[in-house]
């Protein structure tokens, strides 16, 4: 592929985790799918050494976009780095600063906070400065975006500069592809083409006896297992459709079983199907307590398909709530195959649904006991054609058994809903 | 300070966002609390020239650790470059080979698959190429992990080869830190305090305008904003503990009002109370569906407070198992200070709870009206005291409006809780 880009991700708080850097790998997708390579992503802290060591370890792409360290604290530095790097200091851009003021005194009126433009107006200057001859790409937040070309007379490449939050950074985006130098750079990028394809209930080890006999020149394989479900990801040239086709021919040949996506997610899938056939779907859960409930809502207009859930995680929020017999609970334990049908059941007659789902399990770390031990889940599934249960012992954290026991039941529900493999 | 470390992530699902990476920044964090000081975390994909540049980037570091590319398949190819860059070619290290197939027979037979070691062999023998004159890391998954000297006679740095699975990787991590060779390159390591601030209802450009006038020798100070918190982490050598005691005045005579914690989160303090006073809590939500509950149920041992909670989507829901009485939705309307006044109620009084919280709002991207646009929430929480309504326009998209909103109830618990700066 003829153009490379880079990408450096400032700020100590993504260095150390504090926050999770969304955004490099969104440009790096953005980058991918316009046909340019991306090589790698560097997430520096707020150091100037090191910002610089960055960009000059990118100095021989054809694009770098930096994201962050554009806001008023001392801490955020990236303009003036840059600026120095790409031989261009910086300076005020006076109708920048009276611009940025404008937002800031509207921003902290709005807060109810009385507005004191002298205590700002070094931030507001700062985030003013602007290295000599980069184009200035509006403010979606506070922070303008830069677009700072090589040294004047020099070679390397434009650095593009955005803000941190993702919000601002995403807005941003199309100005800084418009933008003409940006385009110039981008010239003789080549079209990639990326398929999906996504199995459940296989192992990563089968796939790799699968693929290991085939040559597959031309398309780069990424594959990627993830609560339970292996996801391989093809990038190629439009040139290499045909090795494409052949590969996922092998696919299904091999894993037909176990495939049940050549592109959708399976939140795609159920949210189409329950969309399709008008139905409608409830969850009753307890030791995920909200986190399906939650994720089936994450969609846009899910509220057509969800009515609802109970986060059931005291016993008398079982019965009261959901109507889990006592008696059941008395025998089996909250713990159960029983219980689990009881609480897929309430959900469906409490919300009046089409379909209920309910969990329950012992996501530890404590609580565990010889004959349930912790990572045990129990989950049902009950739609107008009757139930289908499920009971795993789910590896690891008490986070990974929640978050597994909820793909778990995404797959109950695509199961139940569409066929495809078993969940 | 003295020893400096940097990390390599790979892995093209990394790369382009498909899986988030939290390995870098939990070993940039761990590093930097042992006293290691990390210039950065490079995330590349699954191609030799991008991680033989990377691992090149790196080579006046005292060590590099890298993340990723030790599973069975074609595009895991860390180990052998690894090697190669330490000019330590691979090996095939029988042992380690019948070890890891040992794990592979195992854990087929567990999901009830046929084992067939002949389809698997292949990638058993790929994750048993170990570099000459490494050590090997017992796998926690299948996959062992290496520690690789510098080439013989040569000088650079101790490379640690860690799984990418966040389990396998941070439980793989004593055992790399035990090592020798890395216990030598770690040498002269000096101690590292960190100290964090928290302030709720204050702007990112106040605090810019009190820190600007202060020097603050030997302090490295990073601020941060996220989900309307600001969060003030600083790191210092024991030598700075004055300045930093100074530091800590000056932000409470400025923003003491603001400022929340010195130490725990949101929802270590909203934890501790609830579990100190022996209150129960219980959650009714519409717009954030499940988020709040789960949120409180993320910590171990959370079921002696939390009872549960209704994610009432639907109108009928908030009728039928919270109560909200139907002229009130019908004279107000769902999204309104009434339905969160009358969702708390609810969900207090049906799960018995202590406290109760409420809240219903428009996440959008649809739904919104000129009297009540996206983003508007309103929230209520109700203790044996009394209640706290809030009503808010959020700005952001339909997952920033519903995380926001969870964080907002969790000050609104903080403050119901234990007083402090108004949620």
Not at 33 to 61: H, K, Y
Not at 205 to 221: D, F, I, N
């Amino acid at each position: 592929m003829g153009v490379r880009a880079g990408i450096v991700v400032t700020g100590t708080e993504v260095l150390t985790g504090r926050v999770t850097d969304r955004n490099g790998p969104w440009l790096a997708e953005q980058l991918r799918l316009l046909g340019v390579d991306v090589g790698g992503v560097l997430v520096v802290g707020d150091r100037p050494d090191d910002l610089r060591a960055a960009l000059r370890f990118l100095s021989t792409e054809d694009v770098v976009i930096t994201t962050g360290g554009l806001g008023p604290t001392a801490d955020d530095l990236t303009a003036e780095i840059v600026g120095d790097v790409q031989g261009r200091p910086v300076e005020l851009d006076a109708e920048l600063e009276r611009h940025v003021a404008g937002i800031i005194e509207r921003l902290m009126r709005g807060r109810g906070l009385r507005a004191d433009p002298e205590a700002t107006a070094a931030g507001v200057r700062k985030q003013a400065m602007v290295p000599a001859g980069a184009t200035v790409l509006p403010p979606v937040g506070t922070a303008p975006g830069l677009v700072v070309p090589p040294p004047e007379g020099g070679t390397g490449p434009v650095v593009v500069v955005l803000p941190g939050p993702p919000s601002e950074l995403q807005g941003m985006w199309p100005a800084a592809l418009a933008d003409e130098q940006v385009q110039r750079a981008l010239a003789g990028r080549s079209e990639l083409r990326q398929e999906t394809v996504r199995l459940w209930g296989t192992l990563e080890s089968e796939l790799a006896a699968t693929l290991r006999g085939y040559e597959l020149p031309g398309l780069e394989v990424t594959t990627c297992l993830r609560d339970g479900e292996l996801e391989i990801v093809t990038r190629y040239g439009p040139e290499a459709q045909p090795e494409y086709d052949r590969l996922l021919g092998v696919l299904r040949e091999a894993h037909g079983e176990h495939l049940f996506s050549t592109g959708p997610t399976v939140d795609d899938l159920v949210a189409g199907a329950l969309a399709d056939h008008g139905l409608t779907v409830a969850t009753a859960e307890s030791c995920t307590s909200g986190l399906l409930v939650a994720r089936l809502t994450e969609r846009p207009g899910s509220s057509a398909w969800v009515l609802g859930g109970v986060a059931s995680y005291a016993n008398s929020a079982k019965e009261a709530l959901v109507g889990v017999p006592g008696e059941v609970l008395a025998e089996f334990g909250a713990v159960s195959t029983q219980v689990a049908a009881a609480l897929a059941e309430g959900a469906r007659e409490r919300f009046g649904a089409d379909v209920g789902i309910g969990i329950t399990g012992i996501a530890g770390p404590g609580g565990g006991t010889p004959d349930k031990p912790v990572g045990t889940v129990h989950l049902c599934v009950v739609g107008p054609d009757g139930r289908q249960p499920r009971s795993v012992v789910l590896p690891g954290s008490r986070s990974a058994v929640r978050q597994r026991s909820v793909t778990l039941a995404m797959h109950m529900l695509r199961q139940l809903l569409l066929g495809g493999p078993p969940a």
